[in-house]
């Protein structure tokens, strides 16, 4: 693919991103993707021909690989489980504020709607989340938790840090964010 068809592609997958994370699956139309990817309709269906949903499916795998590398990071310069949830909480708060709550979880949206009726984006969806948990999973093994025990920890602090963002989101507070990272305080030091 050519320089300029791989810019159009991105601008779109960005666009869908942006979109699909602040209004969903169903409140991202085409035209506004294609509006704010500055493409025309053409480009869209040249570099998406499964339409919608191959358009989806690449921006949920953008924003699960961005939030992967976050996760990742932070596990890197964290020196415990503890302070890499605290430092994730903060960052992903962060980006939901500077949103105005417009922002959340890139994926939880697509995941509610979508997953009990399209298998191909709620493996994506799965697939996105398993990546997290294995982040987080890797850093509870390095601090020396068993392979087993390191899983259900990960699980629940996933589940934990996602209901946290639905609920800071819903209430336009970062409230649940705090609550969430005093739960997961209590949950590593057991």
């Not at 949830?85 to 959340?104: I, P, Q, T």
Request: a negative charge; one cysteine or more.
């Amino acid at each position: 693919m050519a320089v300029k068809g791989e810019q159009t592609r991105a601008r779109l997958v960005e666009a869908a991103r942006v979109l699909i994370e602040a209004r969903g699956y169903y409140g991202a139309g085409l035209n506004e993707v294609i509006a704010a990817g500055g493409a025309p309709r053409g480009s869209l269906y040249h570099h998406f021909p499964g339409g919608k949903d191959q358009l989806t499916a690449a921006a949920i795998a953008a924003s699960g690989r961005e939030i992967d590398a976050l996760l990742r990071g932070l596990a890197d310069e964290a020196p415990d489980t503890r302070t890499l949830v605290d430092a994730a909480l903060d960052a992903l708060a962060g980006r939901m504020e500077e949103a105005a709550y417009a922002k959340g979880c890139p994926i939880a949206t697509v995941a509610l709607e979508v997953a009990a009726t399209n298998d191909a984006l709620q493996k994506v969806c799965a697939d996105v989340y398993g990546g997290w948990q294995r982040a987080l999973a890797d850093r509870l093994v390095a601090d020396g938790h068993a392979p087993d025990r390191a899983e259900d920890l990960a699980c629940s602090l996933l589940a934990l840090i996602e209901g946290a963002l639905v609920l800071a989101r819903a209430r336009r507070s970062r409230d649940p964010i705090e609550r969430a990272r005093r739960t997961a305080g209590a949950l590593l030091a057991s």
